[in-house]
């Protein structure tokens, strides 16, 4: 399942997150959800900023946060996954290789089109 969090107690928990994103991002801003309304071009956004200031000190929330990712982190992995990633960290870590490399993998197809195409240009 991409872009899914499997939840550690394998309980319900997931299910209600999954249902309140749905909130926001449709109902909330009036777009399409769950496949009711226009779901090809209504799709719903809902962008929500928090000072951590507001609630608590700065340095103790950063604290806190790697405390929860270090745990998250140690958790038991299953059976064939070698790493847990953190949201981001995957596509980070192949960016910085990219960069010290100074190249990209793509599709030979693609790369044919691309060379056909600059080929057109000359």
Partial sequence: MNGALRPFDKSY???????MVEIL????????FTGIGDTATN???LVIAIDP?????????????STLIAHVKKTKKLPG?????????????????????GEIEIEDNLYHEL???AGKAT
Avoid: Y
């Fill in 115 to 117: 060379k056909k195409t």
């Fill in 81 to 101: 996954v070698k790493e847990i990633f953190m949201p981001g960290e995957r596509g980070d870590r192949i960016t910085k290789q990219r960069l010290h490399s």
């Fill in 43 to 45: 799709w719903g956004n």
């Fill in 53 to 65: 200031e507001i609630l608590t000190d700065r340095k103790e929330f950063a604290k806190n946060v």
């Fill in 13 to 19: 928990k997931s299910a209600g997150l999954a249902l």
């Fill in 25 to 32: 991002t449709g109902p909330l801003v009036g777009a399409s």
